[in-house]
Nanobody, 118 residues
């Protein structure tokens, strides 16, 4: 199994950028399909971006296409989510996840808060 720890969240202004990290331990992340979810206050979990085994393919929710980029650094065993042109509606707790497929994530991180002020 793999343990996941996110970092990189914070409070930023609209238009700013943040990079979230998700570091794995126990097993290489390339063994899994990986993804980022977010949950805003009062809303359900939302699948934001995904990346397949060994870095391909990738998936983005329509609302983040062109602004967010998901990537993986195998040497550091770390998943990233580069978030540019942030909007207040991006405010949420962001969690990384790993599993056999994007629809069957098994392992989850604890989440990191992203707050975007207008």
């Amino acid at each position: 199994q793999v343990q996941l720890v996110e970092s990189g969240g914070g409070l930023v202004q609209a238009g700013d950028s943040l990079r979230l990290s998700c570091t794995g331990s126990g097993r290489a992340l390339t063994n899994y399909a990986m993804g980022w979810y977010r949950q805003a206050p009062g809303k359900g979990h939302e699948f934001v971006a995904g990346i397949g085994f060994n870095g391909a393919p990738t998936y983005y929710q329509d609302s983040v296409k062109g602004r967010f980029t998901i990537s993986i650094d195998n040497a550091k065993n770390t998943l990233y989510l580069q978030m540019n042109s942030l909007k207040p509606e991006d405010t949420a707790v962001y969690s990384c996840a790993a599993g056999r497929t994007w629809s069957s994530f098994t392992y989850w991180g604890q989440g990191t808060q992203v707050t975007v002020s207008s």
